[in-house]
Every structure is written in structure tokens, then in C-alpha cells.
């Protein structure tokens, strides 16, 4: 189950608890809490009730972690050491650090014996930190996404298809994502129950499954979890779970337990008869991937057992402490570790790439003995983001890889103040990277930074103690100019123009009420907004709310229409961008949202539309199906040429677009 499902799980208990007077928001006071009360009111859990606020105030009291929810239903750990003393700077009320090499942070290890060292180092700071436990409980939560996902193929003819179809909601444009629905405009592939890949062939107006891709148990384990489509090349992302045990002297064995994550590729050039051409592997649990021309980049997370640590990284065995790709120990150069021996964790990133071509080898791959809280990947350069809480204050470390052709090279690391919170937070544009934070400080403030770091990732330029008490929820940026939303009470939407990357400067601030989880760009000089409406006296959250902005001058930026929608509790878009279908060119707006009723929840698929005159349109509110064991989560909405197509779990159902959504044909499972 993936973890934006647990929480939606903890959020609806949480509303049927009888909740204490005396712990009842209006009784509690989170004012003198800033950062707590603002931490909380980031969660998925935010609109539930104070039951699960104590919840969470009783964890970040102890300064554990700090957790944010990213796309994917992405694991965000937290505690994390940045890998240098910070040096103080003003007008900011923690430290930060500019630019520094790669090599100044983090070192590619000489050998087996130094990471085992290292290993060893960081569990026993860990555990006289009293943080392992919040560090094993995110790798429980990783290893127990066996998120149903995705895997798919085609049918038919290798001549692409030149209509006009709907394309995965991604982060960065040319940068290809992975989802649980794909389309190429003449078939559909649908990742069903995290099984299997249905392929169903839309041609002349009508649904027919033409075939179904099946991974071997041993790829699989009934844990397919995301797919890329391109041309006639199907490559799906599967994760299985392994065991292998190790003679370790005289009757005395250690057996090592973890998580496989695979790469099947298959060729679609008969779509009604997929052929496997390769598979590759690698140790860890699936965090992320991306797909840039024709190599595939896999992220994973690797949790060695903290008995193998204990038991081996003494003795200098690498037993169970080095990651495995393709079945063999990556290479000690290969892996940075932290250069400090003070500083590191108990876990690796790994990254690998895949040509779709050569679907059995691994071209390049990379590890870092560190976690990452959030992935931001532009069309050149990898950059994984760490949260820590340094010197009273959150604070974010960056390391920038470089990528090309496959080859992944570490390039440039630096620090900020504050946490990234929104995955469209950072953004990479004429070699600048510009990164905007909420910093939570000790002393009960929070406030909002905006940086722009050069590509040795200096920072050139800096507005800081921006939106006091308030925090970051959505952000898009466009050219030289950057949209961000905070939210206390009200929604403030900055407009920042990064012209100067030296000195970027605020040009407007617009305050409305409610809040946007999500920003989009629709159609010139208009920014679609989608988040909650809700009071401005008491926060109380009032319905689902679009807002659509005018944004013909980013010093004077209006909101020109909105559409409230009430009784909706939850939309999976505001957690999993890809789970929203957004097309100014087509005019179109669909998402997933969830109510919740004494009954049981209701799932219902929506489609808008957006007209300057009238403002907008519901196109379309569409029932999920009823009794089965589909979340919200898993649901699509896809279109091609003048049909719209909702996938919901075994069910697809076919809309006309040009006859005001019609339902014209289903397929059941």
C-alpha cells in the first residue's frame, strides 16, 4: 500500500475519534508553536481531526523528523547531517553554506573497509542521537510500498500515432515520469492491481484488450509499481523482496532480507504479443525514476540491517553493507560517502541507467551514502535534496550529479536554510538553479526563503524572511519569473522576478482566501490553481477550490474566477501531480477526489473546463466503482483525439468530449 494511502486511512480514524476537550485546537497552544503547528498543517493529514494533530506534535516534539509528502507517494525521510560546520549569515536565523565541490561534502570511498567503517560510525551516532528508530521506521515504510503501479505494452504497427493525445503530468518538460496509465493515442496500458499491464487497443471509437503482460513471479511479486512508453519499447518498474544467507563460521549463520527493484523491458512492435528483451536490477526499495531521451535513471533506497552492521562492518566484510547491481557489489569507487567521519547515515541513495536498448546492462551507477527528502531532476542535472535540523533551524543540503547519455557524475554541493516542500519548489533555468524554502526555527518563527545557486551551487542571490508564520504549499515557475503560495489563514501568492539571478526581488503579492496545492500554467498569462477554499476567520476548510489567475503582469496578479466544489474531502493531485490531468491546449482539468460519508468513502472522477466569459465548467463528475479495492490514487484520466478515458482499477470507461462527456463505452475487467 503506498504511504499517501495509510494517511488518508489514518485521516478518516482519525475523524471518528472522540476528542478531548483539553486537546482540542482551539484549546492547544500552537501559536507559541509556530513551527510545530506549520509542520502539521503541511501533512496529508492536515484537514483531520486534533486526534492525529497530537500525533503528530508528540513525534516532531522530540525533533525526529521533519516529513514532507512528495509525488509518487514518494517516502520523504528527514533526519538528516549536512557534511560541514555552517557559518552564520544575516538576516537568517540559522546557518547555511554556499558553494563547495562535491568532494568537499561527500568523498567516492577507497574501499570496502572505509564504507564499512562509515557504516559502522553512523549507526553508533545514530543511536547515541536516538534517531536509528526514526530511521529504521522510514525504511519499514519504503520497504512496505508495494505500491500497485504499473506495466504495460501495444499492440499493432511501429509507425507512431500523430493524433492528439494526452502525455503524462511530469516536472520537468523533456523529462519523461513513470505512471500506473499510459496511452500513445491508438492503445491504452493500464497497471492493474500491481500484477499485471492490461493493453487495450481505442481505435475507431471503440475498447478491446488486446493483451495482457504478466511478469514472472521472480520480476514481480505482485509488485509492479510504475511504467515508460516509448515508441514500441514498454520498460516496467517491479520490485520483489530476497533473502540470501551467509556461513558465518561454525553452526552460525546471518541471513540478509532485502528489496530488488527490476527493469523490464518489452517489445511492443506486435502489440498483441509483448516479447521480454532484458531485464536489469538493482538493491533497494523504488523511490523515483526518470526517463531522459533513451535512458531510463533508477533511484532506490538501500537500508543495510542494522545486525549485519553490528556483526560485519567491524570485521571490514561487505557482506549485506554494499549494494548489489545486476547481482554484483557496486565498486567502492563507485560510492560517496560523507567526508567527516562524524557525519553520514545508515542508508545509500543508488542511482543506475538504462538504455532501452541494451535492456539487460547497466550503463552507469552511482550511490551516496545519505537519504534524500525530495528529487529534482531538469534535462541535465540530477539534484538530491536532504532536510536536517542544524543549529536550531531546518536547513537543506543539495548535491547536484550531472547526467548525460546515461554517464552520472557528481558535480556540486551547497546548503540552504529552510525545507523544500513542494515538489515544483526548485527549478533549474540558464544554468541557475532557484530553490524556495519555509525555515522552521527553534525559537518558534517560521519564515520563507528564496535562493538562486549557480551551478556550483553558490548562492548568487537570496530574499529571505519572506510570509512570517506562514509556509510554502504550491510553486511553478515560468522564464525569469517564479509563482509560490504560502498559507496561514489566507493564500498569499507571491510573483518573484529572477531577471538578476543576483538579486531576485519580489513583485507582487496577491492574498485570497483558502489555498492552492497546485499551480499550473494555462494558456497565456492565466496560472490554474487547485487546492482548498476555506474560512478566512477560522481555517476551516470550505470545499475543493480552482482559481484561476491572471498573471499578464506578475506585479498585479489577480484571481478572475473560481469554483468552489463542497463535500470533497480528498483529491490525490495534491500529494502526486501525476495523478492530475491538465491541458490548456485541450482545455481540460481532471482529477480524482474522495468524499467521505458515514457510508464509506465515495470515489468520483471529475473533468473542468475553463471559459473567460463563464468561467468554469464541470464537464463531467463520473462514479467510481463501488466495492472494489481501488483507491482514488490508483484512478487516471486520459484522453485521445476527441474521447476522454477514465481508468478505475479493472474498469475503463469511454466519454465523447465533443458531445458534453457522454459515456459511450466500458470495459470491465
Known sequence: MKDYSVLEKIRKSADSCEIPESLKPENLDLEKKGNLRNIYSREPWKKAAAAAAVLALAVLAGFLTVNFKGNQGEQLSASFETAKKMEETAGSAGKEEGAQTLEELYIPAEDYDEICKKLQNSLSNARSENLLESETAMGDMAAAEEAAASEAADSGSTVSYAGDYSQTNVQTEGVDEGDVVKTDGRYLYIIREGREVQIVSIQAGKMAEVAVIRPTLEQSENSILDMYLTGDTLQIICQRYDADMQEDGEDAYYMNYRGITSVCTY????RADPVHVGTTEQEGTYYTS???GEYLYLFTSVYPQESLIRQYADQGKEYGLIPLVNGETMAASDIYIPKEDDRGGTEYMLITSVNENKPDQIADQKAILESASRFYVST???YLERENWEAG???TAIARFSFSQGKIKGESAGVVNGAVTDDFATN??????????TQ??????QTNNVYVLDQNMEIVGKIDN???????YSARFMGNTGYFVTYRQVDPLFSVDFSDPTHPKILGELKVSGFSEYLHFYGENRLLGIGWETDPETGATKGLKLSMFDVSDPADVKEVDKLVIKNIDYFPGEYNYKALTVSPEKNVIGLAASSYESSGTVNSYMVFSYDEKEGFLTDLTYGLQEGGDVSAEEVRGVYADDTFYVADGNNV????MGKGYEKIAELAG
Do not use: H, M, P
Open 466 to 472: 519572506l510570509a512570517e508564520d506562514e509556509s510554502i
Open 267 to 270: 517489445d511492443l512492435t506486435d
Open 653 to 656: 470507461t469511454a466519454f465523447n
Open 440 to 445: 522552521w526555527n527553534d525559537s518558534g518563527s
Open 290 to 292: 526518470r526517463k531522459s
Open 393 to 395: 533551524s531546518t536547513q
Open 428 to 437: 533549474e533555468y540558464d544554468g541557475f538553479l532557484r530553490v524556495l524554502t
Open 380 to 382: 541535465e542535472n540530477i
